[in-house]
């Protein structure tokens, strides 16, 4: 079944303690994005990739780091997390180019900063 | 960056079409519109895209001014399990693929 597998679904640190929140898709897309989703202000973009060892920086990106070494897997580091990173994370992707392929979303992991 | 407005609700009887409009009076040329929709917590659903024509699919139609500036997404036959958040997004032009969602519309299907 093609998907976007995010782990975990749910996370509870404290703040300064370095986390990961793992992203695959098994779609073969070469593009892959973080959004964040607090309450009264949408979805907002962190950092997208356009492929392999191609990172770049979305609408709000402080406080957050990336990686593509592998098409498959985007993981969302945050070597310190504070209280204001607490939200809902969703990963996605899709094919790349500047043509208009769908987004195709995980199920999104819930982040609490103590 | 061309943005969007969606009104903030609607409400919508069970079986009857729910029309949700949405301005991009600064769109450019080659930006598509899109259409997303979010139901509770769970990750965003694509719905349909458009550039310059009218489209349908399985899941809805979509109606673009022939100037651009708006757009309305039709759900011809809304269920109660139609009730989300749609969001109406452009893709930002220049050569990068962010794409910018706004707070959306929430529709309410009721019985």
């Known amino acids: 079944e093609a998907q976007v597998t995010q782990n975990p679904r749910y996370l509870i640190t404290v703040t300064g303690k370095k986390l990961t929140v793992t992203c695959s898709q098994n779609?073969?897309?070469?593009?892959m994005s973080w959004y964040r989703q607090d309450p009264g202000l949408g979805l907002r973009q962190i950092y997208y990739s356009m492929n392999v060892e191609v990172t770049d920086k979305g609408d709000v990106p402080e406080g957050y780091k990336v990686s593509r070494k592998e098409k498959r897997n985007f993981p969302l580091i945050l070597e310190s997390p504070s209280p204001n990173q607490t939200s809902l994370y969703f990963c996605a992707s899709k094919t790349g180019g500047l043509s208009n392929e769908k987004l195709f979303f995980g199920s999104g992991t819930q982040l609490s900063v103590l | 960056d061309a943005k969007t407005t969606q009104p903030p609700s609607m409400d919508c009887a069970e079986g009857r079409a729910a029309n949700l409009p949405c301005n991009h009076s600064t769109i450019s040329g080659n930006e598509y519109v899109y259409w997303y929709r979010q139901i509770h917590s769970q990750g965003p659903q694509y719905i349909i895209h458009?550039?310059?024509n009218n489209e349908t699919n399985e899941m809805a139609s979509l109606i673009i001014t022939e100037d651009r500036k708006s757009s309305t997404l039709i759900l011809p036959h809304a269920t109660l399990r139609d009730t989300a958040v749609y969001y109406c997004i452009v893709r930002v032009p220049y050569n990068t693929d962010k794409l910018i969602f706004g707070t959306g519309t929430r529709l309410q299907v009721f019985p």
């Open positions: 458009g550039l310059k």
């Open positions: 779609m073969n897309h070469e593009y």
